[in-house]
């Protein structure tokens, strides 16, 4: 496949998106991008996030802090000022468009980034099966990460600009009570279903 194909997939912290975007990827041979890997990035660089948003390099991206619960506390931060979104607006929406089919999977990929995308994936869990899943990823105080998700969600559902929210026509996979392999299966079969139609 030579012309763009994009699948957008949101949903908040620990839904399991980003274990879906990797498995469509592979299947469909789509390259991938997480986009809160972005967010964090510019949180924990500190200085003005704004500057950071602008000049993010591929170092910044390479970090091995990013996915503790201070860079998403950090990333969720910065999200909610406008001019660090427009500073990576641009890039996304190529990634998105660029021949071979691309997977982005955020918060406002569906509705901002990519509202032509060909497969919407709404991914969400309940807030104490997410926190739970945290935790077994970075253990500590359960009640703390629980308190972080449910800090998140409120903060990235609740800003004004982008606001983590289903597009219209997303599809809505709910992983409270599903297996991953249920999850990717479903999110597989979806893209199919676009691909043929
Ligand atoms: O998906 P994640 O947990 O890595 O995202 C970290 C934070 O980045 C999230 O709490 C909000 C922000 N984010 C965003 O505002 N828009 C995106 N497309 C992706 C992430």
């Known amino acids: 496949?030579?012309?763009?194909?994009?699948v957008a997939i949101d949903g908040p912290a620990a839904a399991g998106k980003g274990t879906?975007?990797?498995?469509?990827?592979?299947?469909?041979?789509?390259?991938?991008?997480?986009?809160?890997a972005l967010y964090r990035a510019v949180g924990v660089k500190g200085g003005d996030p704004v500057a950071a948003a602008q000049g993010l390099t591929p170092e910044d991206l390479a970090r091995d802090d990013l996915r503790s619960l201070e860079?998403?506390?950090?990333?969720?931060?910065?999200?909610?000022?406008?001019?660090?979104?427009?500073?990576?607006?641009?890039?996304?929406?190529?990634?998105?468009?660029?021949?071979?089919g691309a997977v982005l999977d955020g918060r406002d990929i569906g509705t901002v980034?990519?509202?032509?995308?060909?497969?919407?994936?709404?991914?969400?869990?309940?807030?104490e099966v997410r926190a739970h899943r945290r935790w077994l990823e970075v253990g500590g105080d359960a009640a703390r990460v629980l308190a972080e998700v449910q800090e998140r969600d409120a903060?990235?559902?609740?800003r004004a600009d982008a606001p983590l929210r289903p597009a219209p026509d997303a599809f809505e996979?709910?992983?409270?009570?599903?297996s991953i392999e249920a999850a990717i299966a479903a999110a597989i079969a979806r893209v199919e279903a676009a691909r043929k139609a």
Do not use: N, W
């Open 155 to 158: 903060r990235d559902m609740g």
């Open 20 to 36: 879906i975007s990797r498995a469509v990827a592979a299947r469909f041979g789509f390259a991938h991008l997480d986009t809160g």
């Open 1 to 6: 496949m030579t012309q763009a194909f994009t």
């Open 71 to 100: 860079a998403g506390q950090a990333a969720s931060r910065v999200a909610v000022i406008p001019e660090v979104r427009a500073a990576l607006l641009a890039f996304q929406r190529r990634f998105a468009r660029q021949p071979g």
């Open 173 to 178: 996979i709910d992983t409270s009570d599903l």
């Open 113 to 127: 980034i990519c509202p032509e995308a060909e497969v919407k994936l709404y991914v969400t869990a309940s807030a």
